[in-house]
């Protein structure tokens, strides 16, 4: 079982859709959580962090599941620039840092 | 302005070649991450140092080898042990706590 598992997508959604990812982890333990963005042959860059009490930066908003062991992230009002892949990570123990494998997001016209 | 610095951008081996990927940081971190990215994969940890003059082996050290002498600097070797290296290759830094700052990653083919 890989530790952090994503839907590869790819999910092709309209402008102005609303878009949610799940993302669901293995160990536990985990302390920390973020969301990172990779636009195609581009390093990955941090989005947002994933607190327990869940966040909202503008359009995104992130909630964190310790019960389950899942994060999700939730766009909103999509727009073309949104179109990249996003990335889980969980922190799993003194910066042991773990990647799901992405999920795609086209966002068309 | 901070950040980390990867070169090459490009960078073509020949088989039976080592190869040094460089990185550089001037964030004050402490702590310092290889990984390789194939397509369709996550990333995957070959090297990490939390503290100058020491480094761990990640989940696929084999043919690889890492220096860490000074904290701004943690140049990556691909060794000829490396049977597959192709593959896109980002170096990150952290403070030991919160998210990874990646450099803009290197592309290794082999020709």
């Known amino acids: 079982r890989k530790e952090v598992e994503q839907d590869p997508g790819p999910f092709n959604v309209p402008e102005g859709a609303t878009v949610a990812f799940n993302c669901t982890y293995s160990?536990?333990?985990?302390?920390?959580f973020f969301w990172y963005r990779q636009d195609c042959r581009k390093e990955p860059k941090l989005l947002m962090s994933?607190?327990?009490s869940g966040n909202e930066d503008g359009r995104f908003t992130a909630q964190l599941n310790r019960a389950s062991q899942y994060i999700s992230l939730l766009i909103r009002d999509s727009k073309l620039s949104d179109s990249a892949t996003y990335l889980c990570?969980?922190?799993?123990?003194?910066?042991?840092?773990?990647f799901g494998a992405g999920t795609r997001l086209t966002v068309k016209p | 302005d901070g950040g980390i610095t990867q070169s090459p951008k490009y960078l073509f081996r020949k088989e039976g070649q080592n190869v040094t990927l460089s990185c550089e940081q001037n964030l004050n971190h402490d702590a310092m991450y290889w990984y390789r990215q194939d397509p369709g994969q996550g990333l995957r940890l070959i090297y990490y140092s939390q503290i100058v003059n020491d480094f761990q082996k990640g989940d696929i050290a084999e043919g690889y080898s890492v220096s860490r002498e000074k904290k701004e600097s943690f140049p990556l070797t691909v060794t000829s042990a490396q049977k597959n290296p192709t593959a896109f290759y980002l170096c990150?830094?952290?403070?030991?706590?919160?998210?990874?700052?990646f450099g803009s990653g290197t592309r290794l083919t082999v020709v």
């Open positions: 990570v969980v922190n799993e123990n003194n910066n042991d840092m773990r």
């Open positions: 994933v607190y327990s």
């Open positions: 990150a830094s952290n403070p030991l706590e919160g998210g990874y700052t």
């Open positions: 160990n536990s333990a985990s302390q920390s």
